[in-house]
């Protein structure tokens, strides 16, 4: 493999490492979201600080720590249950093994390719597991009657907040 053919096809694999590590982290969000959406359905008079405070503890809390908390709140079917335990096992799998276990691969091109191959299929299923944690966040918003309008609105103040350099932070 040429010197340059090497460069281009690792920055290949670690964009898609990036890209699949980041639809990971949107599943981490979407699940806490959802606990909350839960939290506010079993004590509907929780203040904005509360949520907030709720918001930061679940927010420190490993997939792992997510997904168990998530089982103690609903009695979830066992085919929802066995792709939450794929979902965890294919994002702990990208966290921890996946350079570790293709360390050699990123010496050929065959193994850049196999990497990116890869990549591409888990990036697919943090996506999947992405999409099913927002289709059960959505209903869950719907019996709090928040509207898919409110959500946006809410969103897009706190992109702004975050665009302008605000926090919620007391200095």
Known sequence: MLE???VALRKEVFAWYG??????????VELVILLLHAHRLRKPASTPQQLDEIDLRLSKRTLGQ???ELKEH???????????N??????????????????RNLLSRTGCESM?????????T???????????????????????????KLVDEQLSRAAAGETDEKV
């Open 4 to 6: 340059t053919d090497a």
């Open 19 to 28: 890209g699949t590590a980041y639809a990971a982290q949107c599943f981490e």
């Open 66 to 68: 997510l997904l168990n």
């Open 74 to 84: 609903f009695d979830l079917h066992p085919q929802f249950k066995s792709l939450l």
């Open 86 to 103: 794929e979902y965890i096992g294919k994002r702990n799998y990208l966290a921890h093994r996946f350079f570790y276990d293709n360390a």
């Open 116 to 124: 990116i191959a890869e990549l591409k299929t888990i990036h697919a």
């Open 126 to 152: 943090m996506k999947e597991a992405d999409a099913v944690a927002q289709a059960v966040s959505g209903r869950l918003r719907n019996l709090l009657g928040i509207s898919e309008e409110e959500m946006r």
